[in-house]
T-cell receptor, first 110, second 113 residues
């Protein structure tokens, strides 16, 4: 079955630490996205990539970084520069049939 | 800048009732529109995609319509069931060939047995 796999499901970050969230898709989609979801704020776009080796900042890119070395993979790193990283992170890919989302990673600062 | 509004923010209905969820957007020059469902703590599940040349889509008990000129879409759920309880999100694609989405904040639906 085609889909998007996000891991881990839960992640805990200490102050000053960088952490990386994984996102893998087998839908053969060129476009991939990272969103952040906070209660009452809806989904906000962090980064997106429309082709391998290219990516663009979204609305809230500060404190985050991404890479797109393979079509199937679009990992997100939450750096120590992100002052309020506790949130639910969703990865998605898009093709002619619309958007497909992963099951999300909940990141908590401890 | 495109803005998407979903009203009401929350809705509670008895089981078996037919209901309509509303979505409005400020810029009518959209491409596609997609409805999603989100269960607590889970990712988004796609329900229906209305492409630019279409005015509605149906899947089982769900029917979504799109009126670009008035900037509105509705999601109709027939014979609601407790399993339909979730948050429903509307998202619009801006620009031909664009996969950039703007989301509404969602309507939280509770279906009471």
């Amino acid at each position: 079955d085609g889909g998007i796999t996000q891991s881990p499901k839960y992640l805990f970050r200490k102050e000053g630490q960088n952490v990386t969230l994984s996102c893998e898709q087998n839908l053969n989609h060129d476009a991939m996205y990272w969103y952040r979801q906070d209660p009452g704020q809806g989904l906000r776009l962090i980064y997106y990539s429309q082709i391998v080796n290219d990516f663009q900042k979204g609305d809230i890119a500060e404190g985050y970084s991404v890479s797109r070395e393979k079509k199937e993979s679009f990992p997100l790193t939450v750096t120590s520069a992100q002052k309020n990283p506790t949130a639910f992170y969703l990865c998605a890919s898009a093709g002619w049939e619309g958007y497909t989302f992963g099951s999300g990673t909940r990141l908590t600062v401890v | 800048k495109q803005e998407v509004t979903q009203i009401p923010a929350a809705l509670s209905v008895p089981e078996g009732e037919n209901l309509v969820l509303n979505c409005s957007f400020t810029d009518s020059a959209i491409y596609n529109l997609q409805w999603f469902r989100q269960d607590p703590g889970k990712g988004l599940t796609s329900l229906l995609l209305i492409q630019s040349s279409q005015r509605e889509q149906t899947s089982g008990r769900l029917n979504a319509s799109l009126d670009k000129s008035s900037g509105r879409s509705t999601l109709y759920i027939a014979a609601s069931q407790p399993g339909d309880s979730a948050t429903y999100l509307c998202a619009v694609y801006s620009g031909a060939g664009s996969y950039q989405l703007t989301f509404g904040k969602g309507t939280k639906l509770s279906v009471i047995p």
